[in-house]
Each structure stands twice: as structure tokens, then as C-alpha cells.
């Protein structure tokens, strides 16, 4: 963590990426797309599913550092 930035506001982007990322699950598995779906869509939504999944790994690291005893 930089100084400019404390763990509040980390947990709250947290909590928004993981949100987001729900929200992109429940649409890829046909909540809002319907019975016509668009594959290039799909592909677009998983890709930002992933990505969201990257950087959500990586405030969950800054929060929490490994630490070798």
C-alpha cells in the first residue's frame, strides 16, 4: 500500500470489483442476454470476467501480504 492510499479504500474497490464481477457471471450464464446470445458478446463479458478476477487477486495480495516466517 502507498501512503496515499489506506485500507478502506482498497476494501471498498474490492467489494466493487467483486460485485462487478457477479454481475458479469449471472449475465454470462443467460441472465440478461436471452435466448439469442451473442457469442463476440459472451467472449467480451468472460475476457472482463477475467480480468476482474486478476485484479481482484492483486488488492486481495496488497491487503494481505504473504509474509515469510
Do not use: C, S, W, Y
Amino acid at each position: 500500500m502507498t501512503e496515499f492510499e489506506d485500507e478502506a479504500d482498497l476494501r471498498a474497490r474490492l467489494e466493487a470489483l467483486r460485485a462487478e464481477h457477479r454481475a458479469l457471471d449471472a449475465e454470462i450464464t443467460g441472465g440478461t442476454l436471452g435466448p439469442m446470445r451473442n457469442q463476440l458478446l459472451v467472449t467480451r463479458l468472460k475476457r472482463r470476467k477475467l480480468a476482474l478476477k486478476d485484479e481482484i487477486t492483486q488488492l486481495m495480495d496488497r491487503l494481505q501480504p504473504d509474509i515469510i516466517a
